[in-house]
């Protein structure tokens, strides 16, 4: 069965008030809803978005709520060496 995905997303920390934001949808294939679940996060997990909230749609789709994707990690910086002393 097919499952259509509709992403949302809110940023970290948003207001109880602040509304999430469409972002997208796409398609998964599925036997069961639980393997839709699965695939779902498992897609979404690969992208490096971490998920907030999922629910399944009276229409039979999926509302999957989001946060954006983390900032790549920087490099660290260069080791400083200290001069003279003791």
């Known amino acids: 069965m097919q499952y ?3 992403l ?6 948003a207001k109880p008030d602040v509304k999430p934001t469409p972002a997208g949808e796409f398609a998964v ?4 809803v639980e393997d839709a679940r699965r695939s779902v996060i498992e897609r979404l997990a690969a992208e490096a978005r971490a998920v907030r909230c999922l629910s399944f749609t009276a229409d039979g789709g999926i509302a999957v709520v989001v946060y954006p994707p983390a900032p790549a990690p920087s490099p660290p910086a260069p080791a400083r060496r200290r001069r003279g002393g003791r």
């Open 29 to 32: 294939s599925a036997e069961t």
């Open 4 to 6: 259509l995905v509709k």
């Open 8 to 13: 949302l997303e809110i940023a970290r920390g």
